[in-house]
């Protein structure tokens, strides 16, 4: 009569191979620290009694839990379209390199998060948006050798993984444009006065006027959030400010299209009067009337970017920092 032994977990296997249960998890993790024939009658006996070890439990036995966390502020309403293509881009990213997404919401002074995720085990990494990302999340997250990536954050000499956009070429690119083409009062309509990328995005600006040898006039500046109503009162503002002007950079596509509905409600035509160019090229940007002159940065690219590059670092800590070209699309709005 032939016993049957009943093989559920990896102490059962263990103790019928005569090993510990470290060396049957990494046999069935086939890491090479366990010898063949150690491996072999591993497997042998998992094999012959059918057991598959779970993914819990296999990422627990690795020390991993196979999910990248995104980390932003609350959304007060639906995120802009350009980061939404970022996360499709970060999701598909992730899966083609075996991760699942995670999206954590935190206010801005808190840290509170790192430890809670990091710690549990319930993320092996954090992608972070310079737009949400503070001092103290830095320095938090570096004294405890958290492994991260950010969006938007220039080069600051730092050890950091980074994926940004060009976004002093793109300001600089965009006012260019509007030179060449004649027009002389040129407004800048920029996003969150603090953001990285919108000071890199002002320096591009400020540099093509200068070169251009035009005064820089602070009435044509003004800044707003990456939402259509903020841009509609910061279009408003610079009319009042500056009713003259006859050109327009704004900061993202939602923002221009908002401006471009503004210009008209004040009896301003789109480009004969004003031309505008915004940012990002969103798939909207092609569709809209008069269909939208903007600097192109792909979202997409962006967020596979980011997944490539933590992905990388987790593997091999190799420290990488990216940026994706900023290119001029010339459609009727310019």
């Given amino acids: 009569m032939t016993s049957y032994t009943k093989v559920q977990t990896i102490a059962d296997i263990a103790r019928l191979a005569g090993v510990s249960k470290a060396t ?23 094999g012959e009694h059918g057991f598959e070890m779970n993914d819990p439990a296999r990422r627990l036995s690795l020390g991993q839990s ?47 998060w790192i430890g809670r995720y ?21 320095r938090t997250l570096e004294a405890r050798s958290a492994p991260f990536v950010i969006w938007g954050l220039p080069d600051d000499g730092r050890s950091r993984c980074t994926v940004t956009g060009d976004s002093f070429t793109g300001g600089r690119l965009a006012t260019e444009h509007l030179l060449g083409i004649g027009r002389s009062r040129i407004a800048f309509l920029g996003g969150p006065a603090g953001e990285p990328e919108v000071r890199e995005r002002y320096r591009g600006y400020e540099a093509a006027v200068a070169a ?11 800044y707003g959030k990456y939402t259509e109503s903020s841009a509609t009162t910061a279009m408003r503002e610079l009319l009042s400010q500056a009713g003259d002007l006859d050109g327009v950079f704004v900061n993202s596509d939602l923002m221009a299209i908002a401006a471009i509905e ?58 990488t920092q990216m940026s994706i070209p900023a290119e001029l699309v010339v459609r009727g709005s310019a």
């Fill in 118 to 138: 990091l710690g549990s085990g319930r993320a092996d990494g954090f992608v972070l948006l310079a737009s949400a990302c503070t001092q103290e999340h830095l």
């Fill in 262 to 319: 503004e210009l008209r409600a004040h009896g301003r035509r789109v480009p004969e009067d004003v031309a505008v160019v915004g940012y990002d090229d969103i798939a909207l940007a092609a569709h809209s009337d008069p269909p939208l002159t903007t600097v192109r940065q792909s979202g997409p690219l962006a967020g596979r970017l980011l997944a490539e590059t933590l992905i990388q670092h987790l593997k091999t800590g190799v420290v």
């Fill in 212 to 222: 251009a040898d035009v005064a820089l006039d602070p009435a044509l500046v003004a």
């Fill in 66 to 112: 196979n999910v990248i966390a995104l980390v932003t502020y609350p959304y007060e309403t639906v995120p802009d379209a350009f980061m939404l293509e970022i996360i499709s881009g970060l999701s598909s990213g992730l899966r083609t390199g075996g991760y699942d997404l995670l999206l954590i919401q935190t206010a801005p002074g808190d840290t509170s």
């Fill in 24 to 46: 049957v998890s990494r046999a069935l993790n086939d890491s090479p620290l366990v010898s063949a024939s150690t491996r072999e009658r591993v497997l042998a006996i998992a």
